[in-house]
């Protein structure tokens, strides 16, 4: 069956770092986006991060929005079959509900949450001034 599921948040002063993990079941194909969202109180769902895996040609590539260029990476274990969002030098405005969807798609990964029914439960990360 498809399932995600999150781990990985918590609270964290800011200046730290998280690993946020997605353990994906049945749901990466030749071609699927795997995208992390947060939701901070009061605000939208944004998606913040992308990868795309291909799994007939081997070849992945990742997408961010702009605001978290240099701080936020995406990255997979094939092993585990898992996707990982590795958060650095965490800001209080990182503070949000982080979810994982999946669906089919092509690069790069469409970062609006109406593209995704697949979702994970979420992981909340807090972070500290």
């Known amino acids: 069956q498809e399932q995600l599921v999150e781990s990985g948040g918590g609270s964290v002063q800011a200046g730290g770092s998280l690993r946020l993990s997605c353990a994906a079941s049945g749901v990466i194909g030749p071609s699927t986006c795997i995208v992390w969202f947060r939701q901070a109180p009061g605000k939208e769902r944004e998606g913040v991060a992308a990868l795309y895996i291909n799994t007939y040609t081997g070849s992945t590539s990742t997408n961010y929005v702009d605001s978290v260029l240099g701080r936020y990476t995406v990255s997979q274990d094939n092993a585990k079959n898992t996707v990982y969002l590795q958060i650095s030098d965490l800001k209080p405005d990182d503070t949000a509900m982080y979810y994982c969807?999946?669906?089919?798609?092509?690069?790069?990964?469409?970062?609006?949450?109406?593209?995704?029914?697949?979702w994970g439960q979420g992981t909340q990360v807090t972070v500290s001034s």
């Open positions: 969807a999946a669906a089919t798609g092509r690069a790069p990964c469409i970062l609006n949450q109406d593209a995704y029914t697949l």
